[in-house]
């Protein structure tokens, strides 16, 4: 036993690696992309740390080529998520009781294996499961990730380290415990950061995990798990299931030992989750944390202050890297008269020279939709659009699936701000843009705020400093991550803790101390040193 008080080490934010031509990261990346094409990866589910491969397995594809396939997922039952319940319970005790720095140092170990020896296999993986650029897999399966294990062990540290004060002849303290029973992580698609860290950070703070992961992103998953058994998780701590949700869930929700949910997704499935926990919140040992990051209709509000082409820039990759399939993804904005001259003919002409197709072809800027009912959603307002009285294409508004779930980036000007596509999530490479009368100014300031139930992400373009800061109060509960002069998209584990209010979430925030929090349970134990022998109190003397 250590009488040492640890300190771990300061972290900071993994480096973007630029993978330009005749580097060796672009290099090491393109052979990882070959040999994983040249296989079927069989992945299993998990469960007490045994791989549990099935007869009934789902294909995992190349959305930017569906007829390549490049996994098979074996298919759990409702008994494989019986078996995940109780392997997470036998684990979770003796993995609470570990020294923390004794779960910390896994994490730390999986950061620099992610960051070296796994980084090229990571990308790779994730730009064929999700059709990412290189760029985007390398921001988000890599250095976000890595930023996730190490600052959450920084931020647990903080926690461990918080004490209350102690007045004359006692000594408090607060003893930091993971929950009781199993936290369930439902993780989705579109960020291997994401789906990884969502077990693994009530984990680190000492509980048990079942995780079932996004179908589609089972490739990049899977690879995050393996990393974290070769730094060292105990068998059981994390629990992979994959299968029909609803079968799954069906046990797993109304188990009387769920202790948590961390899920990201849509809103109407976050909706679901809480419904079912309160239909048996009487069967329950322990009232479940609910942690959630859901739906986003991201907005970029523009003053007549605005410099043109910085708002241009900003629009193009808020609303269309990785396809807009981030929940931070510019989807509206709104724009003055004034301005919009300037920027109109800059936004077609930037939009018609974006390159797309495979992601290997460096060249490419976007690349394919994720599935698709995801084409085939995004299609419909497009198609809405072509049809709309009120609502016009400015640029865009092709797509085909022939190979991939191709849709071209897509501009919507719609006269009405309450269009569909101005206040409905799509979730794909689609952005509408309301023009308004200069002197409307307040009026539309007022209808971004109030148009949709969301409040993720949104940004503001001014340069007058008044404006700024009246549109900043106007707006203060419009989204939880909030930019000035910059695109509502490249939050930063460390720097921008990510989540949003309303039907976005319960904002609290991965990638800070906040998260941590919620998977942490405090006992408070104090310590009398003296005697006391009388029940009696001075005010009773005679």
Known sequence: MSNARSITPKPSNEPVLAYSPGTSE????????????????????????????????????????????????????????????????KARKEWAALP?????????????????????????????????????????????????????????????????????????????????????????????????????????????????????????????????????LPKGVINMISGDPQELSSVLLPHPELSGIHFTGSTATFNHLWQEVGKNINNYRYYPRIVGETGGKDFVFAHSSADAQELCTALVRGAFEFQGQKCSAASRAYVPKSLWSKLKPALVETVKSIKMGDVEDFHNFMSAVIDKRSFDKIASYIDHAKQAKDAEIVVGGEYDDSKGYFI??????????????????????????????????????????????????????????????????????????????????????????????????????????????????????????LSITDYRYPFMGQ
Request: hydrophobic fraction near 40%; proline fraction near 4%.
């Open 408 to 529: 071209r980036p897509t501009i919507i000007e719609a006269s009405n701000p309450h269009y569909k596509s101005m206040v409905e999530e799509i979730f794909g490479p689609v952005l509408t843009i309301y023009v308004y009368e200069d002197e409307a100014f307040e009026e539309t300031l007022a209808i971004c705020d109030s148009s949709t139930k969301y409040a993720l992400t949104g940004a503001i373009f001014a340069k007058d400093r008044h404006v700024i800061d009246h549109m900043a109060k106007t707006l203060v509960h419009a989204a939880g991550n909030f930019y000035i002069n910059d695109k509502p998209t490249g939050a930063v584990v460390g720097q921008q803790p990510f989540g949003g209010g309303r039907a976005s979430g319960t904002n609290d925030k991965a990638g800070s101390m906040l998260n941590l929090l919620r998977w942490a349970s405090f006992r408070t134990v104090k310590e009398n040193f």
């Open 100 to 232: 923390w720095e004794a779960r910390a140092a896994v994490f730390l170990k999986a950061a620099d294996l992610l960051a070296t020896k796994y980084r090229a296999e990571m990308n790779a993986a994730t730009m064929l499961g999700q059709s990412k650029t290189v760029h985007q897999a390398e921001i988000d399966a890599a250095c976000e990730l890595i930023d996730f294990f190490r600052f959450n062990v920084h931020y647990a540290e903080q926690i461990y380290s918080e004490q209350p004060g102690s007045a004359f002849g006692m000594w408090n303290r607060s003893e930091i415990r993971g929950l009781e029973g199993f936290v369930y992580a439902i993780t989705p698609f579109n960020f291997t950061s994401i789906a990884v860290n969502l077990p693994a950070a009530p984990a680190l703070m000492g509980c048990a995990v079942i995780w079932k992961p996004a179908p589609t992103s089972m490739h990049g998953a899977y690879l995050g798990l393996r990393i974290l058994e070769e730094a060292g």
């Open 26 to 89: 672009r290099e090491a990346v393109i052979q990882e992309l070959k040999r994983q094409k040249s296989e079927i990866t069989q992945i299993p589910m998990v469960i007490d740390g045994d791989k549990i491969f099935t007869d009934t397995k789902d294909k995992v594809v190349c959305p930017h080529d569906h007829q390549q396939v490049i996994a098979e997922v074996s298919q759990g039952t409702a008994d494989h998520a019986k078996s995940a319940i109780d392997a997470a319970l």
